[in-house]
T-cell receptor
Framework: AQSVTQPDIHITVSEGASLELRCNYS??????LFWYVQSPGQGLQLLLK??????LVQGIKGFEAEFKRSQSSFNLRKPSVHWSDAAEYFC????????????FGAGTRLAVHP | DVKVTQSSRYLVKRTGEKVFLECVQD?????MFWYRQDPGLGLRLIYF???????EKGDIPEGYSVSREKKERFSLILESASTNQTSMYLC????????????FGPGTRLTVT
């Protein structure tokens, strides 16, 4: 069965530090992969997506993610975190066919210390 | 910009009430989705619709029904609300076909007492 694992429930970093959020997926075919961010009390906003091609994808707000097929991973990175990045982050895999449903991970809550 | 709106940000209902959550999108998207979000569980798909009057069950449809009479509007119905349906409900839409991303509304936080 398809699944997405985000091993870290909570992460705390200092402002200006680098960030990496982990995401592992289980899916038999070529995945479509997404990272979404949810600020408190808000809906989800798309940060970036991977469909094919270059395995390093750039997104909004200075985020990037790298698709590693051999590790079934799609980790999210940012070189220097800002206080406004405090939010919850969700990784998702798109299931091709079946109306392209998304399977979400449980989320990682990021706290940023000044 | 794609805009997905939900009728209420916060809603408080009593056990046994019939509850309607409304979602409207303005981008002529074919596909619409209802999720519930609970801490530690991420987003779980309740129902989705791939066209007007067409619907499919998601992973947790029990206790819910949906209606899509017009392309832009997708309603989630709790026939008889229960306390275990207290949650955040998120609506999303996307174009049909292809691996397009989903666009989300701001969510409705429902409390059933």
């Amino acid at each position: 069965a398809q699944s997405v694992t985000q091993p870290d429930i909570h992460i705390t970093v200092s402002e200006g530090a680098s960030l990496e959020l982990r995401c592992n997926y289980s899916y038999g075919a070529t995945p479509y992969l997404f990272w979404y961010v949810q600020s408190p009390g808000q809906g989800l906003q798309l940060l970036l997506k991977y469909f094919s091609g270059d395995t390093l994808v750039q997104g909004i707000k200075g985020f990037e993610a790298e698709f590693k097929r051999s590790q079934s991973s799609f980790n999210l990175r940012k070189p220097s975190v800002h206080w406004s990045d405090a939010a919850e982050y969700f990784c998702a895999v798109g299931i091709s066919g079946g109306y392209n449903k998304l399977i979400f991970g449980a989320g990682t809550r990021l706290a940023v210390h000044p | 910009d794609v805009k997905v709106t939900q009728s209420s940000r916060y809603l408080v209902k009593r056990t046994g009430e019939k509850v309607f959550l409304e979602c409207v999108q303005d981008m002529d998207h074919e596909n619409m989705f209802w999720y519930r979000q609970d801490p530690g569980l991420g987003l779980r798909l309740i129902y989705f619709s791939y066209d007007v009057k067409m619907k499919e069950k998601g992973d947790i449809p029990e206790g819910y029904s949906v209606s899509r009479e017009k392309k832009e509007r997708f309603s989630l119905i709790l026939e008889s609300a229960s306390t275990n349906q207290t949650s955040m409900y998120l609506c999303a839409s996307r174009p049909g076909g292809g691996p397009y991303e989903q666009y989300f509304g701001p969510g409705t936080r429902l409390t059933v007492t």
